[in-house]
């Protein structure tokens, strides 16, 4: 992979344990790839996606750990956990 703002992310990422050591170049070059040619709209639409499926992930683990909670004890929980 090239020495990119991209590939700088993705030795980011690695490190942090957040992507695999085991994927390929070739299919990191398409990824990332692909995210180079998209314009700035669809990258923050992708962004904020994601964030979103972590905050359902992370109310869902919530959730199970707290049965009884109520929605509004979840959401100070959650925000709790992000904002830490």
Known sequence: MKN????QINQ????KK???????PEIEELYFG???????KER??????LSEMIR????????????NL?????EKELWSRIYK
């Not at 980011?12 to 490190?15: A, G, I, N």
């Open 34 to 40: 692909k995210l180079r040619k998209m314009g700035g």
């Open 44 to 49: 923050i639409k992708i962004c904020s996606e």
């Open 4 to 7: 990119t703002k991209f590939s």
């Open 18 to 24: 957040l992507i695999s050591d085991h994927q390929s």
């Open 70 to 74: 109520s929605e509004e004890k979840i």
């Open 12 to 15: 980011l990422l690695k490190k």
């Open 56 to 67: 359902e992930i992370c109310r869902a683990g919530i959730k199970y750990r707290n049965p």
